[in-house]
């Protein structure tokens, strides 16, 4: 046998191989591991590479896609882009995988990659010719270079349009509560209705009002009874697209508004505003629209149904991200608006409960951010007090929910109050120990699980995911390993029903252990070492004060001090500047400040949390305290007082 291999015949290579291997091999390392996640698709129809994005080490599952093209001898045009023939075909698949998609473009004559973004190609096409469908290819021209900042503005744009979704489908979750009618109705329609016109005059005159108490699979039941020839009126057609979105099945929701909305002259005026609503809220989750088209679009909506008051609660909501941005886990203007909000005498009392809700879980969260610090400081009757607050609000919330008939809402606020409930426990016991009895996280589970088969009864996706991801939380802090494989198990089966990208996202996220139960199980080692820590510090300062008793002092004129969350100090007038070096005070504006204060017989105040005092005052309090390191500063500033013979006192008048 021949085994001269220069002799022998093998597959050859082609320069198109060759193009697309040096393409690949270009475009991996354009993406930072640390930001990006890159797949290549095992299956080519019409994607080359799969995309996820991460953030602070998260893998959010915000996903996107590329679409890879290369040449080695098309010249550039002369306003120095690139032109390159894109099927129509491939447009389409791009368009319905729902999320943001990227074409990419390798040029080996100037060895860089160029990149578009689909929906700037679709908005350009649709401009020049409206029947751009029917064509088979269409010339698309690259003039973006993939640098270092065209990568920096795909992760913006997948961040955004990821988190639009997210917002979009979470708050949307309550949105039966924005039509206002009688909620009284006794309707027999199953197995009753024999013909296409009966089926129609019960959605036409029912169906709105069935969407309103959470019944739109009945709706959907009775449409699937119709024939083909049925003609639908716009009426007809937006109940139906009411009742898929609810659904989660956002492209039969878009078809129905679409055929809807072409005869839009045929709705009443207050039913108007809710069809071009719905059909805004769908064209934006499906990146049709851009976020300017978006908002320019909502600003025309009449307040029919209370769309208005339910567009301001979303802006509102949108402020209580400034909790986790600044330094004192609050936002203020978040908290005056949405309190100006709950007494404005024209919002229903339905949107003001839901208010109240979202209010309570805003102050359930404060509480989080800052129970470490409550704890180390060992202030458990302050602990008691705001959980007690905040519990109290969610039970007359339920009160309210039931004189309002609402089961929607009082499984909804339920949930919110349970998760509350578990995420405070899971924290107690990590830090401390627990806050509940066996008997209460019994209870809990029981409502967890009535919510979740209420919300699979009436067939509202979100909501059922919102019960599964909170019974997850349950099983994972309560070590029920099997359980929290069932709820995995089934967390799939919706992987396979929903191809909605934002619902698959949620679930993959949720599955994943994205959840504050399972990611505070994977910190629970270096919390423990850190409670520890704490522990040796707290108990040597516990010393100090014990030793400072047995200390003969002298008499000596003395300033006074309060530094918080410590106490007060006796500070002798000589030794101002040594307080300064302690208290890492370097400004002499704020040594001014103090000495004055001290001379007019004020006791000026210090937040011992902060490692470099700028400003007298207590601040913000406890939620000042960022962690070990505030507590580690704490502990300096009372061993340096110890040294120097600054003594603790109660004597501060």
């Given amino acids: 046998m021949n085994n001269d291999l220069d002799e022998l015949q093998f597959p050859k290579s082609s320069r198109n191989i060759d193009l697309e291997t040096i393409s690949e091999n270009f475009f991996r390392p354009l993406f930072p591991p640390e930001k990006f996640i890159l797949k290549k698709d095992p299956v080519d129809n019409g994607i080359d590479f799969k995309g996820e994005i991460k953030r602070n080490s998260n893998i959010l599952g915000f996903g996107f896609n590329f679409q890879l093209k290369s040449s080695e001898t098309i010249d550039k045009n002369g306003d120095g882009s690139y032109s390159k023939s894109v099927e129509t075909s491939n447009i389409e698949y791009l368009i319905n995988s729902g999320q943001p998609s990227f074409y990419g473009f390798y040029s080996e004559k100037d060895n860089s990659f160029y ?13 020049k010719d409206k029947n751009w469908q029917n064509q088979k290819t269409h010339t ?45 109705i006794i309707i027999d329609y199953k197995g009753n209705v024999s013909n296409d016109d009966e089926i129609k005059r019960v959605i036409e005159e029912k169906g709105l009002q069935l969407n309103n108490q959470s019944k739109w699979l009945d709706v959907i039941e009775l449409h699937k009874k119709t024939s083909v020839s049925l003609i639908k009126s716009s009426k007809y057609n937006l109940i139906l697209g009411i009742s898929y979105f609810y659904r989660s099945e ?75 941005t600044g330094l004192d886990s609050k936002s203020e203007e978040f908290e005056s608006k949405i309190q100006s909000y709950i007494s404005d005498e024209s919002i229903t009392s339905k949107m003001k409960v839901l208010a109240e809700c979202h209010l309570s879980v805003y102050y359930g969260e404060k509480l989080l951010n800052n129970l470490a610090s409550l704890i180390i400081s060992e202030q458990y009757a302050e602990i008691n007090q705001y959980f007690s607050s905040i519990n109290k609000d969610f039970r007359r919330l339920l009160l309210k929910a039931e004189s309002l008939n609402s089961d929607f809402d009082i499984y909804y606020i339920a949930l919110n109050q349970n998760r509350f409930l578990l995420h405070f426990n899971a924290l107690c016991d990590l830090l401390f120990k627990p806050f509940f009895e066996k008997e209460l996280l019994d209870e809990i589970l029981q409502s967890i699980k009535k ?67 399972h990611t505070l199980s994977k910190k629970k080692e270096k919390y423990k070492k850190e409670a520890e820590k704490i522990k040796e510090l707290r108990d040597e300062m516990i010393e100090f004060d014990e030793n400072e008793k047995e200390f003969k002092r002298e008499k000596v004129d003395s300033y006074h001090i309060n530094l918080f969350p410590m106490g007060y100090f006796e500070i002798p007038k000589k030794s101002t ?12 504006e704020l040594k001014n400040r103090l000495r004055w204060f001290f001379e007019e017989g004020i006791v000026p105040v210090a937040n011992t949390y902060v490692e470099k005092i700028v400003q007298e005052g207590s601040l913000n309090g406890n939620m000042e305290y960022k962690g070990f390191k505030s507590y ?18 109660n004597n501060y008048g």
């Avoid at 909170?470 to 967390?491: A, F, M, S, W």
């Fill in 577 to 588: 500047e040594i307080l300064f070096d302690i208290l890492n005070i370097d400004s002499s």
């Fill in 250 to 324: 956002y492209y039969k929701s878009l078809d129905f508004l679409k055929q809807s909305k072409n005869k839009i002259e045929d709705l009443d005026e207050n039913l108007r505003g809710h069809l071009i609503f719905f059909y805004v809220q769908i064209r934006h989750l499906l990146g049709i629209i851009n976020n300017e088209e978006y908002q320019s679009e909502l600003k025309g909506l009449n307040d029919s149904g209370g769309i208005k008051s339910y567009l301001k609660l979303e802006e509102i909501l949108e402020l209580r991200k400034e909790m986790y």
């Fill in 451 to 517: 919510a979740f088969t209420f919300y699979e009864k009436i067939g509202h996706i979100d909501n059922e995911l919102f019960s599964l991801s909170v019974l997850l939380e349950y099983y994972k802090y309560t070590n029920q390993n099997d359980e929290e494989d069932k709820i995995k198990l089934k967390l799939e089966t919706y992987l396979k029903i929903y191809d909605a990208p934002d619902l698959v996202n949620r679930i993959n996220f949720t599955r994943d252990g994205g959840t504050f139960i």
């Fill in 140 to 184: 698309l021209r690259f003039i973006k270079k993939l640098t270092k900042d065209g990568v920096e503005n795909i992760y913006t744009i997948v961040f955004e349009q990821g988190l639009t979704t997210r917002l979009i489908r979470s708050k949307l979750a309550e949105k039966s509560n924005s039509l206002q009618f009688d909620e009284k």
């Fill in 115 to 127: 990149y578009e973004h689909l929906q700037d190609f679709i908005q350009d096409l649709s401009s």
């Fill in 632 to 649: 580690e500063n704490m502990h300096r500033i009372r061993k340096g007082l110890f040294q120097n013979k600054f003594y603790r006192t």
